[in-house]
C-alpha cells in the first residue's frame, strides 16, 4: 500500500472527500515529523511510538576500494510499534 492508496482508505472509513483526507493525512505526518525535528517523540497508545535516535560518526570503508572514509553522525527516526499494534498483526 502506498500513501495515495492509504488516503484514499481513510477517504472511505471517514466518509470524507480525497482532498480533504489528503489533508487530514498530510497534518498527521507534518505534525509528527515537527515533534520529531525539535527532538521529541510521539506516543500513539495502542500503535506504537515514533521518536529520534543518534547514530554516532563511526569509520567505514568503501567496499570498492577498500578505503577507509568517515561516516558523520546522523539523526534517524525510530519508529517501536506497541503492543496492541503487534496483537492486532499476530491474530
Do not use: Y
Request: charged share 25%; glycine share 10%.
Amino acid at each position: 500500500m502506498n500513501k495515495s492508496e492509504l488516503i484514499e482508505v481513510v477517504a472511505e472509513a471517514v466518509s470524507l472527500s480525497r482532498a480533504d483526507a489528503e489533508k487530514a493525512f498530510n497534518a498527521v505526518i507534518d505534525g509528527i515529523t515537527g515533534e520529531l525535528r525539535k527532538g521529541g517523540q510521539v506516543v500513539i497508545t495502542g500503535f506504537g511510538t515514533f521518536k529520534v535516535s543518534h547514530r554516532a560518526a563511526r569509520a567505514g570503508r568503501n567496499p570498492q576500494t577498500g578505503a577507509t572514509l568517515q561516516i558523520a553522525a546522523v539523526d534517524v527516526p525510530v519508529f517501536k510499534a506497541g503492543k496492541g499494534f503487534k496483537e492486532e498483526i499476530n491474530k
